[in-house]
């Protein structure tokens, strides 16, 4: 059997490849978690890896037999993606993997598709009773607007519309925008909510994680908490068709009313995993007790309540 783990388009996620390596030689003291990049040389998770391996974008079209190639050379069992971008393509190719007795850690085609285009993620939720921010005509505006592509990450080209004099043309001519309400942030909180699925696509561990403060995107200073979100979302997404592995749930929560308000998932490991894990999410574990040793995973809710996370900047010189 082979027990190596391959991290893919690592980059900065130092944190998540050590709490991989930390955990798999738990369970298997022998075994590597390799990285690929795009520029092995620049990427710090790599440094940290036991070895990254350099590859093309993963829009390339021999992608797909590259990643194999590496596998199948340094037995490789399990393949971890964490990028939006490859989500599809790997979605794509996982059953062929899966033959070869390789599990790519990603969701089905379907659900991968409708997470990646929110549009989709809205009806998604609609359809499992979850609340999501109401929509807006920006040529009959209902101020104050919130604009973004429906497929972006990294929270890029996003737009609050207070005003006439803020609906630009480049606004009105952009036709991946969509347009919904602004969440209210004095009365509603920002959630990122880490859900751990099982290859039977039953919740089996929730985790919100209040947004503090937000920086480039990603979660600057947060908290766990054990709050009414956990009991509405197992009860909303116990089963999700086709959803594996590590997901996020963003969402926005008035504590005071217990108002919930959804507005997208990303289908893979956050940049905020890392509080999830510390506070006794391990999420690694199960991955290995599930797809190397072919255990049933048990729901678990025995993670710290209350922890909070406070990055910093850090480096690594070469």
Request: a negative charge.
């Amino acid at each position: 059997m082979n027990t190596n783990i391959l991290i893919t388009s690592a980059g900065k996620r130092v944190a998540l490849v050590n709490y991989f390596k930390e955990t798999l030689k738990e369970f298997f003291p022998d075994s590597m978690v390799f990285t690929t990049d795009m520029n092995p040389n620049m990427a710090p998770a790599g440094y940290v890896s036991d070895c990254c391996i350099k590859v093309p974008r993963v829009t390339d079209d021999n992608y797909p037999d590259i990643l194999n190639k590496i596998c199948i050379e340094n037995g490789i069992g399990m393949i971890v993606p964490t990028i939006d971008t490859e989500l599809l393509v790997l979605s794509k190719i996982k059953k062929h993997f899966a033959e070869q007795n390789i599990s790519v850690i990603v969701s089905d085609e379907k659900f991968v598709q409708s997470c990646r285009d929110k549009r989709e993620t809205q009806y998604f939720f609609e359809t499992n009773g979850i609340k999501v921010p109401q929509k807006r005509d920006i040529e009959y505006p209902v101020f104050p607007i919130f604009a973004k592509p429906y497929d972006g990450s990294l929270s890029t080209n996003l737009h609050i519309i207070r005003s006439y004099e803020d609906i630009t043309s480049s606004i009105k001519e952009d036709k991946k925008l969509i347009f919904m309400e602004l969440i209210d942030k004095t009365v509603y909180k920002e959630y990122t909510v880490d859900m751990y699925y099982g290859i039977d696509h039953k919740v089996k561990c929730i985790i919100p994680r209040e947004r503090i403060s937000v920086r480039a995107g990603e979660i600057n200073q947060g908290k766990t908490q054990k709050n009414y979100i956990i009991d509405f979302l197992k009860e909303k997404l116990n089963y999700i068709e086709g959803c594996v592995g590590c997901i996020c749930i963003q969402l926005f929560y008035d504590d005071k009313t217990h108002d919930i308000i959804a507005i997208e998932i990303n289908p893979r490991f956050g940049g905020g995993f890392p509080l999830s894990y510390v506070s006794g999410g391990n999420f690694p574990a199960s991955l290995i007790k599930e797809h190397f040793l072919h255990q049933e995973i048990e729901y678990y809710d025995g993670w710290k309540d209350g922890l909070i996370m406070l990055r910093y900047d850090d480096a690594i010189f070469v």
